[in-house]
């Protein structure tokens, strides 16, 4: 009966564990899918002439000549479009006071949606800012554009609750009989002919400077940053790190004190982010003075802080893992207690200690609220490495945060969010990847 009984928690405990993984797998990718696929949106997607012309102004990227073609293409399809709004503004002219100030809104509203989707007509001044100099310069905004062209938003009353429904209404009638009348059907009919769609292949997106607030371009600034963020973070606290590990373990002895330093890693290693960054704020900026304001080197200092009790502790771990018989015949034959520390247990101890820092390196770029005080900023260049010392900079998870919640135009830049998003996630996964194979590498080669 006991060995029937132990056979099945056995079981149930084989099963709550394959179970466990399962549901793990399963919210992962409920995580993960939705944002790799809306993360690729920003690197392929179906892009507009105007999207070919903004990359050639910009960014001197595409062939001028075939471009052009293009644009002559486009620019005859929407001429019906422009003679139509120009008749309907003469037929204006001619209406009573009363009938221009019933046309005047709609007119305007549409005229606004109309030059969102085809960008400035062809012999208006050039705007001055670039989100106004250009159409949609996708074909997807371009749909959603169009979609607000035909038909306007309402929302009609509803008995059943105190707000309304939100319905459509197209836009039609309103202008029915005059000249701007047959402008639905034919923009409906011709979109693809105006906005000349195809497919592009934007890898760029990771190296191109943003333009106007990120309405286009890429996101170097911000990865730049997050690279530079994290490698400062690793640089102060892996000599920290591993160098206090080694006193903890092979120094320290077993007593009160160094109970009290455990305590002090454990507790350091709870503390929530946004404490590392008002510390930083305070010390660093404040006290210290490192730099004026925020700067890469505040930001990383703190997140090395931050990523200190990681690294502390992964190292303590790879260190207790060397088999004493090691440092046991190295000090038989006559080593020095840190000459056998640097010859025979950090060389064994390699692999675990780098595992650690690879997956501090993660925490490191992933995290927000450390750098919010000290080092990040919403716009900004490339910095080069000097900068750094001074400078504040972007950072891709602030990037999202910032885009995703304080954009004046947050829903019309979803695809750099994701792409922010998308960017963020694989640099993590790369990394833990990285500690994985290294670790592995490391462990054959001294397994021999």
Known sequence: MELTTRRIFSKLFSGSAVLSIVLLAAALLVFLVPVFWRGMEAFVFEGTVEFRTMQLDKFERGDPERIDRQKQRALAARKPVYDMLSEFEQELDDMSVVDRMEYKEPFSVLKDRIRQLLGPPPDAP?????????????????????????????????????????????????????AIAPLFDYMENNLEEMMQPQREFYWQFLIDRPIDANFFGGIWPALLGTLYLTVGAVIFAVPMGVLSAIYLIEYAGDNWLVSILRTFVSTLAGVPSIVFGLFGLAFFINTVGISDSKSVLAGALTLGLLILPMVIRAAEEALRSVPGTYKEAALSLGASRWRTILTVILPTALPGIISGIIISMGRAAGETAPIIFTAAVSVGAPLGLLDTFSEPTQALSWGIYNLATEHEAADEIRHVQYGMALTLISLVLLLNLAAIILRSKLSKKQRG
Do not use: N, W
């Open 126 to 178: 050039k705007p001055s800012l670039p989100r106004d100099q250009y159409g949609a310069t996708r074909m997807d905004a371009a749909r959603e554009t169009l979609h607000s062209i035909l038909y306007k938003t309402v929302y009609k009353r509803d008995t059943s609750s105190e707000m309304g429904t939100k319905a459509y209404e197209p836009r039609r009638p309103e202008f029915k009989g005059t």
